[in-house]
Nanobody
């Protein structure tokens, strides 16, 4: 059983920064891809950033490249999403998801994401 718990959301002004955390209880930490998704009201859930646990390979959506950084701390079973230069359009509920192995399209919402956290809200005001 995999359990994911997100934290770190909040309200900031445009240009500000937040760091999200996702603590994962995984049997084998080296065989998962962890990805942050977000969903704004009335919009579809979209992949933001993903990391292959173990290799450290990362993937970013074009909308966040250069502003967001995903990282892992295996000693703490935690994946982070550092979000800088936040924009109002980054406002959404952010979810952490886990997929066994390394999906071909890690930022695509698909059935390979078996495990989800409860989400953490990020609000960016202009």
């Amino acid at each position: 059983q995999v359990r994911l718990v997100e934290s770190g959301g909040g309200s900031v002004q445009a240009g500000g920064a937040l760091r999200l955390s996702c603590v994962a209880s995984l049997y084998s930490h080296n065989s998962y891809t962890m990805t942050w998704f977000r969903q704004a009201p009335g919009k579809e859930r979209e992949g933001v950033a993903g990391i292959v646990i173990g290799s450290g390979a990362t993937h970013y959506a074009d909308s966040v490249k250069g502003r967001f950084t995903i990282s892992q701390d295996n000693a703490k079973n935690t994946v982070y999403l550092q979000m800088n230069s936040l924009k109002p359009e980054d406002t959404a509920m952010y979810y952490c998801a886990a997929s066994a192995g390394a999906p071909v399209a890690p930022l695509v919402l698909g059935p390979w994401y078996n495990y989800w956290g409860q989400g953490t809200q990020v609000t960016v005001s202009s």
